[in-house]
């Protein structure tokens, strides 16, 4: 495995002109799904719709008119496993408390992750929409001005998978006052073989 020293320079800083973000996802389902789909992104990332029509509706939850869009197309298939193409698509929150109040609000809708990895960068819970697209909803367990030391640690290189966990014990650690720092360090174990995760 290959590790920089540090992170790459931004495009921005060689002088290049790259997108100014990454502005949305959009997904397409059975024109009857769409409501389904809507619902599930609306409550899991706390999302209003913009749009929304028989045909289409664009999610926002910032000042994006869309973050999420869903489009019907008539004569679609059901998502089939085992085709290359997108994997994931991960939120990030702004910090722990945040992904332990979704977690549970979501347990509470019987949204509930499929599983659960602190994979040393991100503490990260791993949720499928109805259409079994999969969505990572994550928090970063150190901050940006650390990303480069924390790749030279060697704890990614040692293992790029992570650790699982269990997202109950997490929140109940985390109300029980135990420091963020520590919540969010990798546990020491070994890597879980991916193939045993479900996929998409
Ligand atoms: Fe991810």
Sequence with gaps: MTLVASLPETAKSRGRIAPAKLAHIVLRTQPDRIGILAGWYKSVLEAEAMCETDRLAFLTYDQEH????????PGLKDHEDGHVGLHHVAFTYGGLGDLVHTYERLKELDITPEFTINHGPTTSMYYFDPDKNQVELQVDNVPEEKFAEYFENGEFAANPIGITYDPDDLAARYHAGVPEEELL???DGVAPDISEFPSN
């Design 185 to 187: 360090k990798r546990p």
């Design 66 to 73: 869309h973050r999420v869009a869903i489009i019907g197309i």
